[in-house]
Every structure is written in structure tokens, then in C-alpha cells.
């Protein structure tokens, strides 16, 4: 079946610190992936989404992923992360023109001031 | 503010008893999703109408149930509750294309004494 992964489930960092969220997902055909973030006692927005072209994906709030498709990775990076950051991060995949996503279990970050 | 609204925000109920959430999608958006959000499970996606069909189904339990209504709102059911079935309900919306943006709602959090 297919899954994904979020390899950390708690990252903290100080203000100012380069970010980096693994995402790994199992399957060998077309994807298309997302990045949603879940700000505190807010709902889930999209970050961002890859469906083909460039691997390198910009998205909202500075933050951007690159896909990998020999990795079967979509990494979510930004160079400086503010206090505003702190959220969870969940990576979500759709596989072959599915309607539903497959979801990571998510990755709760946390920003020191 | 995503433009899918949900009622009610919060709901406290016993053991055995039957719920009712409410969600209406955006305005335009002819598919709704429901997820369940719980500790230990994380995200897990329930099932999705487009344009009141049942399109998909997920890790929905059989004493759960939804329907998407000709004014495109739609309800989920949950009945015979039992203790974990307290968690975070999201719904979603989007065009219902399988490229289309998922949109998420504030949630419901249901909590079952």
C-alpha cells in the first residue's frame, strides 16, 4: 500500500536557523504532492504543490520543495525561519489521478524566539 | 479564512450517543472531503462527495456515515460513539478535479466522556 513519511515528528530551532522536513512517499507512478501546514488551533492551509514542471517548487511564506523523483522524496526547506513558523507540517501525496490524499503523520515544529 | 465553514465548533457527548457535523464547502466548489484528526492516528482521510455522489472512501468505520446534500453542504454521522472515537473532524473542499487544491474548514472537535 501506498504511505508516506515524515521521518521527524518534533524539530525545534532557534530563529534565523536554515529548516529542512523530510518527506518520503511509496510509489513507483505519478504523483502529486503537497505541503499543508497547520498553524496553532487553526485549520490546515496549503503551502504548497507540485504536479509537474519544475521539481523545485516555490511556495507561500518563503518556503519552497524540491522533488525528487529517484529519492521518491519531497523535502520542505526554508533558509530562515521566523517565530511565526512554529506549526505542524503534514506531506500528502496523491497517487495516479486519485481523488484522495495519502497523508505524512505530520511534523510539529517549534521556533525559539 | 478558507470558505468552508463547519458546524459545530466544539461537542461534548456520552458514550453510545449519535452526532451530527455540518460543513459547507466553498462557494463553487463541488467536492467535500471528511478527515479525522485524532493523537494517536493522525490525519486519515474518511470520505469524499463530489456533487452529492460518494467519490471515495477511506478508513471510514461502519458506524460512521455522510451525505453530500443538492445544496452541496453535507453531514457526517457518527453513531454508537465510543471513547476513541473523540478527535479533530475536518472537512475539505475543493473543484473536484484530481489536480484541485483541498481547502480545509476550522474543524469540529468532538470529545466523547
Known amino acids: 500500500a501506498q504511505s508516506v513519511s515524515q521521518h521527524n515528528h518534533h524539530v525545534i530551532l532557534s530563529e534565523a536557523a536554515s529548516l529542512e522536513l523530510g518527506c518520503n512517499y511509496s510509489?513507483?507512478?505519478?504523483?502529486?504532492l503537497f505541503w499543508y501546514v497547520q498553524y496553532p488551533g487553526q485549520h490546515l492551509q496549503l503551502l504548497l504543490k507540485?504536479?509537474?514542471?519544475d521539481p523545485l517548487v516555490k511556495g507561500i511564506k518563503g518556503f519552497e520543495a524540491e522533488f525528487i523523483k529517484s529519492k521518491f522524496s519531497f523535502n520542505l526547506r526554508k533558509p530562515s525561519v521566523q517565530w511565526s513558523d512554529t506549526a505542524e507540517y503534514f506531506c500528502a501525496v496523491r497517487v495516479d489521478s486519485n481523488y484522495q490524499l495519502i497523508w505524512g503523520a505530520g511534523t510539529k515544529l517549534i521556533i525559539k524566539p | 479564512d478558507s470558505g468552508v465553514t463547519q458546524t459545530p465548533k466544539h461537542l461534548i457527548t456520552a458514550t453510545g450517543q449519535r452526532v451530527t457535523l455540518r460543513c459547507s464547502p466553498r462557494s463553487g466548489d463541488l467536492s467535500v472531503y471528511w478527515y479525522q484528526q485524532s493523537l494517536d492516528q493522525g490525519l486519515q482521510f474518511l470520505i469524499q462527495y463530489y456533487n452529492g455522489e460518494e467519490r471515495a472512501k477511506g478508513n471510514i468505520l461502519e458506524r460512521f456515515s455522510a451525505q453530500q446534500f443538492p445544496d452541496l453542504h453535507s453531514e457526517l454521522n457518527l453513531s454508537s460513539l465510543e471513547l476513541g472515537d473523540s478527535a479533530l473532524y475536518f472537512c475539505?473542499?475543493?473543484?473536484?478535479?484530481?489536480?484541485?487544491?483541498?481547502?480545509f474548514g476550522p474543524g469540529t472537535r468532538l470529545t466523547v466522556l
Open positions: 507540485y504536479f509537474s514542471g
Open positions: 510509489y513507483g507512478g505519478t504523483v502529486n
Open positions: 475539505a473542499s475543493s473543484g473536484g478535479g484530481p489536480g484541485d487544491t483541498q481547502y
